[in-house]
């Protein structure tokens, strides 16, 4: 079972579960790439497993191919800009849905105009998820956060450390 706290080891380590495949399609491949070498203690005893047991409870239905030591190409500060651009639903506002069903545990981005996001944030704001912008300001523009709080505050560290 996915977790909030799976997904919270997982942004502070600076991974990144790049391109799903298809929302219609039965199947669903998921890449994990990430720093860490194929024998690391977190590739072992968390990311591995954490994979399988996704794809046992799924019934096989999904699986996540890892790359470790950056074997995607890169630099680590580089995964970041390589998750902006993940292939999603649709639109943001489907994207905030989706945090406040909790099947995202967390959204953010970057230039996006009111009407984009105004439908989701009100939605994911109702389910309890926390909806802002950088710092203390609201969500705008210029940038969106949105997650359980928890993961927010977590989320929001991390991202303001790689400047995004």
Not at 1 to 26: E, K, N, S, Y
Not at 48 to 59: F, K, L, M, N
Not at 111 to 137: F, M, Y
Request: glycine share 10%; with cysteine.
């Amino acid at each position: 079972m996915i977790t909030r706290r799976t997904t919270i080891a997982a942004v502070a380590l600076g991974l990144t579960v790049l391109g799903a495949q298809g929302a219609l399609a039965a199947d669903h491949e998921f890449k994990l790439h990430q720093f860490l070498g194929a024998n690391a203690p977190a590739q072992t005893k968390m990311l591995q497993p954490w994979a399988d047991a996704v794809a046992e409870a799924s019934g096989g239905k999904v699986h996540i191919e890892i790359f470790p030591s950056m074997t995607l190409g890169g630099r680590p500060p580089e995964l970041i800009s390589q998750v902006r651009d993940i292939r999603r639903m649709g639109t943001a506002s489907l994207d905030l849905c989706m945090v406040a069903s909790g099947r995202v545990n967390a959204y953010f981005e970057r230039c996006l105009k009111p009407w984009d996001h105004a439908a989701g944030a009100l939605i994911a704001q109702e389910s309890g998820a926390t909806v802002k912008g950088r710092g203390d300001n609201a969500a705008g523009e210029d940038f969106i956060l949105a997650a359980e709080p928890t993961v927010a505050r977590l989320l929001e560290d991390v991202l303001a450390r790689l400047d995004v």
